[in-house]
Protein backbone atom coordinates (compact mmCIF):
# COMPACT_ATOMS: atom_id res chain seq x y z
CA UNK A 1 0.00 0.00 0.00
CA UNK A 2 1.23 3.14 -0.86
CA UNK A 3 -0.18 6.87 -0.52
CA UNK A 4 -0.98 7.74 -4.16
CA UNK A 5 -2.99 4.14 -4.30
CA UNK A 6 -4.91 5.68 -0.67
CA UNK A 7 -5.42 8.81 -2.92
CA UNK A 8 -7.16 6.88 -5.51
CA UNK A 9 -9.59 5.37 -2.18
CA UNK A 10 -10.16 7.95 0.02
CA UNK A 11 -11.51 10.99 -0.94
CA UNK A 12 -9.94 14.13 0.30
CA UNK A 13 -6.55 12.02 1.05
CA UNK A 14 -5.04 14.58 -1.41
CA UNK A 15 -5.68 17.41 1.08
CA UNK A 16 -4.33 15.74 4.27
CA UNK A 17 -1.11 13.84 2.26
CA UNK A 18 1.27 16.89 3.37
CA UNK A 19 0.84 15.97 6.69
CA UNK A 20 0.35 12.37 6.46
CA UNK A 21 3.41 11.76 4.20
CA UNK A 22 6.00 12.47 6.52
CA UNK A 23 4.66 10.12 9.58
CA UNK A 24 4.09 7.33 6.73
CA UNK A 25 7.72 7.51 5.92
CA UNK A 26 8.69 6.91 9.21
CA UNK A 27 6.70 3.61 9.87
CA UNK A 28 8.14 2.61 6.62
CA UNK A 29 11.31 3.26 8.21
CA UNK A 30 10.88 1.39 11.09
CA UNK A 31 9.31 -1.62 9.98
CA UNK A 32 11.84 -2.20 7.43
Known amino acids: MNVA ?3 KI ?3 WGQTE ?3 APWFA ?3 AKNK
Request: no cysteine.
Open 5 to 7: SLG
Open 18 to 20: DFI
Open 10 to 12: IPG
Open 26 to 28: TLE
